[in-house]
């Protein structure tokens, strides 16, 4: 048998992948600004800029439901139709006042609830196409061509508005939505018997919340804490930056070195996961955010914030695919969108609980206070991490040889853990 290589699917996973990532990085730096030229306030401003990761939250369960029932290529074309749609509400302006608010408002929350559709497609896409082998560096990956698109489109995007002004952010967006639509389109679907099918159609969140509850309260706890740091580490650098007086073009480079340092570490990381397990990135990389964010009250430069971010950058890059990884080795083969879209849920949990913590520890005890506990958030997930994560990923359930076995032990141990899971 020829060993598998990441190029054979670097079309059709990581090519949409990195559009996606282009598309959603040429219309954030906007959107705030879309708003207030619609006649928001700052605050309305501000909430309209959280609909993209609302629309997420709510439609992550449901997205997994939908890859489920019709699989994960249509999941990924729908999500493409849907991000069309929702630009196109973006790009109608109809002057100051609330309809057109609300139009931009319902535009932004479609593109944010495809994005959920189509990130958990596409990780499970990869996850049946890879070998468990090279799943880690496959989802590393993953994560970084995500990242690199996400970039690059804020320079397109700037680009583009100097012809056309804010339209032209979303016209980069259209354009790159289009293209990947186009690539997914021409590829092929995964491989699926009868048997699967039957048995897929017969999964239910609440069927998989019952069978693996275990898992998403340890395990999923250590997600919860992992994903809470990682975002809060977006945005205590700025915040620091402005309590030591540093200029905001200071800031951006600062930020723009972290995220250079983060970029570059994926593939090493996934490397290491496949080799020697999924601990030996997944601790230290929580490990290493939670010592930068301990520093960070202590520094008082340029010089010293910016070395204390590059630190940080370099943990949250070799934890590059992590959670996507870790979802992918505990899912099962009968349902694995279904399961990965209760796991996504986890992570968001956590995205929306980090600042809330930074926040509230700030506000109770200054600044510094709330990134040193922040901090300490790290180390629990860290301790989390380290007792749950499996030693030894268990073997993938393909879709393969034994695929027909497979679903009829799924839909005998339904019946018989569930009887009225028919």
Not at 85 to 109: E, P
Not at 269 to 274: E, L, S
Not at 309 to 326: C, E, P, Q
């Amino acid at each position: 048998m020829s060993e598998f290589r990441l190029r054979s699917v670097a079309v059709a996973a990581y090519a949409p992948a990195t559009l996606f990532g282009l598309a959603e990085g040429s219309m954030m730096p906007v959107i705030a600004l879309s708003a207030l030229d619609r006649g928001a306030s700052t605050a309305i401003a501000a909430l309209v800029g959280s609909l993209l990761g609302i629309g997420s939250i709510v439609t992550n369960i449901p997205s997994g439901i939908l890859a489920t029932r019709i699989g994960e290529r249509k999941s990924m074309l729908v999500a493409a139709v849907i991000t069309v749609i929702g630009l196109s509400f973006c790009l109608v302006n109809l002057g100051h006042g609330v309809w057109s608010l609300l139009v931009y408002g319902f535009g932004t929350l479609l593109i944010g609830a495809a994005s959920s559709v189509y990130s958990l497609a596409r990780q499970s896409y990869l996850t049946e196409m890879v070998p468990p082998h090279m799943r880690a560096r496959a989802l590393s990956t993953l994560g970084g061509t995500l990242r690199v698109g996400m970039f690059l489109g804020p320079f397109l995007g700037a680009g583009a508005m100097q012809f056309w002004g804010l339209p032209g952010a979303y016209y980069v967006s259209l354009a790159a939505i289009v293209a990947a639509g186009a690539i997914v389109f021409r590829v092929p679907d995964l491989a699926m018997s009868d048997e699967h099918k039957a048995a897929a159609l017969q999964v239910t969140s609440w069927g998989i919340l019952k069978r693996y509850w275990r898992v998403f309260l340890t395990l999923g706890t250590g997600i919860v804490l992992l994903s809470a740091i990682r975002q809060t580490r977006q945005v205590v650098i700025p915040l620091w930056a402005a309590h030591i007086g540093l200029s905001p073009t200071s800031d951006s480079i600062i930020f723009g070195l972290a995220g250079g340092i983060d970029a570059l570490t994926f593939y090493p990381a996934g490397k290491v996961m496949d080799l020697y397990g999924r601990r030996w990135v997944a601790v230290p990389c929580v490990i290493i955010i939670g010592v930068s964010f301990v520093l960070m009250p202590f520094t008082r430069s340029a010089l010293t914030l910016g070395c204390t971010a590059m630190l940080m950058g370099f943990g949250n890059g070799i934890g590059s695919g992590i959670v996507m990884t870790l979802g992918a080795d505990i899912s099962p083969s009968i349902g694995r969108p279904t399961f990965l879209g209760i796991w996504r849920e986890l992570a968001d949990a956590g995205t929306g609980i980090g600042p809330v913590v930074l926040s509230a520890v700030a506000a109770l005890a200054g600044l510094g206070s709330g990134i040193i506990v922040s901090g300490a958030v790290g180390f629990a997930a860290a301790a989390a991490l380290w007792a749950w994560i499996p030693k030894h990923p268990p073997p993938a359930e393909g879709r393969g040889n034994g695929q027909a076995r497979t679903a009829r032990q799924h839909i005998h141990s339904l019946r018989r853990e569930l009887p009225g899971y028919v």
